[in-house]
């Protein structure tokens, strides 16, 4: 009778019901989703999953259709071969394969305790774990060894939230058994980022000879200078007699270029293994040589002379104010803090000066000590920064004075090219040669050009744009450093000086700067990028707001824009413009703390003890009605 009436009901035609003014479906409850699917619902439950597991774990209690049973450390466990084999690829193995275990009726499982097996087994049948500090190790093992990969998860979570100075080896030791890759890394960031604390504990007395050099060769390390980490190391070596026989597998992370020369004489040199032990004797005189002949440290090819530092910072040096005050003012931005710090001041005040950078030595070469329109105060003075000392030195003059001009730094020498002085705009060029702290002129410039623009790229140097006697200038030139000749390229789609020049993954960006159209000063706004290696410009995406005279540097893979002038308005900007050359896109980075001109930026690396240190930077009081605001005469180009 039941077939019958299923069989009768099959051949009913139901009416169009969407004809009927009738009440729309009910909502779906807590415990389930209606999907509409063209003319029918689906209806998908929010508890069954649960429900079934529960069903499950519930026979399982009583052992209610068991088919297997497991036996760890002589305590057996009733499962189901299916449900074993849904969640573990070991378990699917051994049951859908010719194994012996697929056929036997109980298995016997080496490897782990029968702890970790319940663990396992309570999680398969209700998805829940409980970890604490006594079982976890247990539940790792048994849940490594059969692939139950989300127990593994909840057991890397844990450990990594439980790390501290106490446990932290103790943590390591467990990742590295069963190659936690996540946990390891985590853990050797928590010991960096505290290793001040973590160094007085008797855990680090108990690190091996690869973690502790592992720790020593990172950048990353923080609040501690070099002097500290060779008397960390010491320390290490000290706790037992048997380190000494590999003492410079660790001595060798020790950068003793970056320790003073008081310092290595009086606190290095008088400890026995530096003086007895040849391979730590020849890292004394590698030192010693290092300060020896400070011109030429930029040279040296060694880790042991890098600065301890993860990432180089944004840093500006120098810059005019509105009120035509020339700032000594190094600048530097910690973009983790969104904050401007204070790194110290220059021997003496620069503006339209250039600034480069050769192994984290920051050079400061030439521009103006005071405001002079027609650059008739152009200097030729040079000066390097070494961040790891956070010390000043002078070094040769250039051969002439110049402002307004460029410097490139490429394959371990500078090139300074035109520019102008009181003669007016030069076609000179120059180069430094860091190994004699001396200066030589090389192949002029074809012509005479001031306010330009340049970069090095691929061990070659690229001129654009400028200011010269009949204006506002498109040419392009590359200097060819071996044959020492230049070379015409392609010309900018628009005339322009003052503007900014960066090159990244062999690309040029030439970027704002202004020029004259019918007798005024503008504006220009739109970014050129030149590939090298098609020889082309093309426009990408263009500035929001005029920057002329602003710095400008690529910090990791974005370019940074700082300050400027703004033609339009007629002020001196604090803008802070990043663009991204992944996504062509420029955004609003940050504001420096006062409207600036002139200044220069690099990317420098900065030892992390010396950025902890750092104050923030404090805007200088301006008059209030000159704040931002440019004389009428400013840089006013002829």
Request: with cysteine.
């Amino acid at each position: 009778m039941g077939t019958s009436f299923i069989c009768s009901m099959a051949n009913v035609k139901f009416p169009n019901l969407h004809s009927f003014d009738c009440a729309p479906p009910a909502s779906p409850s807590n415990q389930s989703i209606i999907t509409q699917r063209g003319d029918s619902r689906q209806y998908t439950s929010k508890i069954h999953d649960s429900a079934v597991l529960t069903g499950l774990n519930d026979l399982r209690k009583c052992e209610a259709l068991c088919n297997v049973h497991l036996l760890v450390d002589g305590q057996k466990f009733g499962v189901h071969r299916a449900v074993l084999a849904s969640c573990s690829p070991y378990f699917r193995s051994m049951f859908t394969s010719e194994m012996k275990e697929s056929h036997q009726n109980v298995i016997e499982l080496h490897g782990f305790s029968a702890v970790g097996m319940q663990a396992v087994l309570d999680f398969i049948y209700t998805s829940t774990v409980s970890l604490n500090v006594q079982n976890m190790q247990d539940i790792l093992s048994a849940a490594n060894h059969l692939q139950i990969l989300s127990v593994v998860k909840f057991c890397c979570e844990f450990l990594q939230s439980e790390i501290s100075a106490q446990n932290c080896v103790d943590i390591s030791k467990i990742a590295k058994f069963f190659n936690l890759t996540e946990v390891e890394e985590c853990v050797r960031a928590f010991i960096l980022a505290n290793f001040t604390q973590f160094v007085r504990t008797d855990e680090f007395l108990r690190l091996s000879e690869t973690d502790i050099s592992a720790l020593l060769e990172s950048n990353d390390i923080r609040g501690h200078s070099e002097l500290e980490l060779f008397e960390a190391a010491n320390r290490w070596l000290a706790h037992d007699p048997s380190r000494l026989a590999n003492v410079f597998a660790v001595m060798q992370h020790i950068r003793f270029p970056l320790i003073s020369p008081e310092d290595l004489d009086e606190k290095v040199q008088s400890v026995h293994f530096m003086q007895t032990d040849p391979d730590c004797m020849k890292l004394l005189f590698e030192a010693s040589k290092y300060h020896m002949l400070p011109h030429k440290q930029p040279l040296v090819q060694s880790s042991r002379v890098q600065v301890r530092s993860v990432m180089p910072c944004l840093v500006a040096i120098g810059g005019k104010e509105s009120t035509n005050h020339v700032s000594r003012e190094v600048q530097l931005f910690n973009r983790e803090a969104n904050q401007w710090l204070h790194l110290g001041e220059m021997d003496m005040p620069a503006y339209c000066h250039c600034v480069a950078v050769l192994n984290d030595f920051l050079y400061v070469v030439g521009g103006q000590e005071m405001f002079d329109n027609n650059g008739s105060t152009a200097m030729s003075n040079v000066y390097r920064y070494d961040p790891r000392f956070n010390r000043w030195m002078k070094m040769s003059n250039m051969l002439e004075t110049r402002t307004d001009f460029h410097v490139s730094a490429i394959d371990g020498y500078l090139y300074a090219i035109a520019g102008r002085n009181h003669t007016g705009p030069l076609c000179s060029a120059e180069r430094y040669r860091v190994d004699r702290n001396k200066w030589e002129a090389v192949a002029d410039l074809p012509h005479a050009v001031c306010a330009h623009s340049g970069a090095p790229c691929r061990g070659k140097m690229y001129i654009a744009g400028g200011f010269a006697s009949d204006g506002f200038q498109r040419e392009v030139y590359c200097y060819h450093p071996k044959d020492d000749k230049w070379e015409p390229k392609p010309r900018l789609k628009t005339e322009r000086g003052l503007h900014c020049m960066v090159d990244y993954k062999d690309r040029l960006f030439c970027i704002g700067g202004n020029n004259k159209t019918n007798g005024a000063r503008r504006d220009v706004l739109s970014t050129e990028m030149f590939d090298i290696n098609t020889e082309q410009w093309t426009e990408v995406a263009p500035l929001f707001a005029g920057q002329s005279e602003a710095g400008a540097a690529v910090v990791d893979g974005k370019i940074f824009v700082v300050g400027g002038h703004t033609w339009r308005e007629r002020k001196d900007v604090r803008t802070v413009a990043c663009y991204d050359p992944e996504r062509d896109v420029w955004e609003k980075a940050t504001d420096f703390p006062e409207p600036l001109t002139s200044v220069s930026c690099c990317a420098l690396r900065i030892p992390a003890t010396l950025l902890a240190e750092l104050p923030l930077q404090q805007p200088r009081r301006l008059n209030s009605n000159s704040e931002g605001m440019q004389p009428d005469d400013e840089l006013d180009l002829k």
